[in-house]
């Protein structure tokens, strides 16, 4: 398929070479888009990847459409930018995608077996590993991950490789050991509170991951639930004339409490 959009005339059509050719007019024609480069826009991808994410969470699946075509937009801005330094266009960013996804699978597209899910994902980090001649498994995870996910990530895959435990009661048993360790650094080891803490944490990723969670999408929900409560708090406050520095500890908890009701219903 090729583009058929129509410079003079620019209407939106369901064609992705459409959308290619829009940000090759872009580059050439608009001042902010033609003055961007790899590094400028990252964060900004950054921030549509959690835009999206928060709609997942929100169920909000029109908000989801929208925030998947603000991605694309940055995967096309992107192979535009690779086209002009002749480094790669996007057709070798569909290439590479499309490969990728043949050879990870062998048991679709090839004669492995695999019929269960555990196998699959230990067949995909082999040939991961295989492909980029890594002598490592750690090696994979990006360094720039959120601390969470990057904990719940090299978990993953140590386990693929064998060293996990089977369920999260056994986890349990070591996550009640680096409270232990972390409490008495409290008390009397100060030089060891973060080392103890970074323990506790990443004990407690391995336990949820066993248990079948994501640690990074828990908090996030948890810290949601936190603003809209503590929102909640200030709201009322400030009905009665207050603001939560004027008010001790026990007034804002009752808050809380009521604001854990309201949002039950």
Known sequence: MISEFDRNNPVPTRNFYDLVKIMEILRKECPWDKKQTHQSIRDLMIEEVYEAVEAIDNNDLDELKKELGDILLHVVFHGE???????FDIGDIVYGIQDKLIRRHPHVFGTTIADD???????????????????????????????LLKAQRMQEKAGAVGFDW??????????SEELGE???????????????FGDVLFSMVNVGRLAGLDAETCLRLTNEKFKARFTYIE?????????PEE??????????NEAKEVSKK
């Not at 930018?81 to 480094?87: D, K, L, V, Y």
């Not at 709201?235 to 603001?243: D, F, P, S």
């Not at 008010?247 to 809380?256: E, G, K, P, R």
């Open 81 to 87: 930018m690779g086209t002009e330094t002749n480094s």
């Open 117 to 147: 899910t555990d196998t699959v994902k230990k067949n995909w980090e082999e040939i991961k590993k295989a492909e980029g001649g890594r002598k490592n498994v750690l090696s994979g995870v990006p360094s720039n991950l959120p601390g």
């Open 166 to 175: 089977k369920r999260w009661p056994e986890a349990w048993e070591k996550l």
């Open 182 to 196: 972390f409490r008495h650094a409290l008390e009397s080891e100060p030089d060891e509170i973060e080392n103890e």
């Open 235 to 243: 709201n009322r406050l400030a009905e009665m004339g207050l603001k």
């Open 247 to 256: 008010v001790d500890l026990s007034v804002m908890d009752s808050l809380w």
